[in-house]
């Protein structure tokens, strides 16, 4: 970060920042469910393109569901359709264990700063990280930071710059008095493009080692 006296907000990324995830889970998952190649299901997934439309609200979680049983399930011999249980679960394994230690340390900047989540995700992610915080004895994901931003909510993504001008503007925050945490390259130069203090989380470092002078 260039200015750290000036430094007011932070705003962080969900995944592979507060989260680690395998994006590769889900569609291995769905895969095995669907008793076909991994390499098509991903195709499948991408000429859909389900996890963009979902992800920027164009369809709600019922529609999701559907569009997976619609992809996938009719090209099983399975007797029964697909559970949302199911789907849900298959669609959960990108998120892996939460570290607690990072938890901790977003509450504690919270006594310094003002704090916000940023995050290209969906509903279903994010109820399934709340069980995993509450299961944890910590804050939900709306009560640790000051406000959250889901892509699905505000229906744009990032690395669009008018997603970080809606919360700059939402927020009341000024771009130079901002830091932004992101585990991926294009989220970040587009923040600072913006004259956010943009931050490149990249393992093995994590955002515990990103914060220590803060």
């Known amino acids: ?53 979902y992800e920027t609200g164009l369809i709600d979680d019922e529609s999701f569901r559907a569009h997976v049983r619609k992809v996938l399930y ?7 359709s697909w559970a949302d249980e199911v789907i849900d679960t ?33 509903p279903v992610h994010i109820r399934q990280v709340n069980r ?15 406000r959250v931003f889901y892509s699905y909510d505000v229906k744009m993504m990032k690395p669009s710059p008018d997603i970080y001008q809606h919360v700059l503007t939402e927020a009341g925050l000024v771009a130079e008095e901002t830091a932004f945490f992101d ?13 956010i203090q943009a931050v490149h989380v990249q393992p093995p470092k994590t955002i515990l080692e990103y914060t220590t002078d803060l």
């Open 183 to 195: 585990d991926n390259a294009a989220n970040i130069q587009a923040a600072a493009a913006l004259g």
């Open 90 to 122: 298959a669609w959960n394994s990108v998120l892996l264990d939460l570290p607690v230690t990072r938890v901790e340390r977003v509450r504690e900047l919270g006594s310094r700063y003002r704090l916000f989540l940023l995050s290209n995700t969906n």
């Open 74 to 80: 009719d090209r099983t011999d399975a007797p029964e």
């Open 1 to 53: 970060m260039e200015n750290k006296t000036t430094l007011k907000n932070l705003i962080f990324d969900l995944g592979d920042v507060i989260i680690p995830i395998d994006l590769t889970a889900p569609l291995r998952n769905f895969a095995m469910l669907a008793n076909l190649p991994e390499e098509e299901v991903k195709a499948l997934w991408k000429e859909h393109d389900i996890w963009n439309r």
């Open 132 to 146: 995993m915080l509450t299961e944890l004895h910590q804050p939900t994901l709306e009560e640790l930071f000051e």
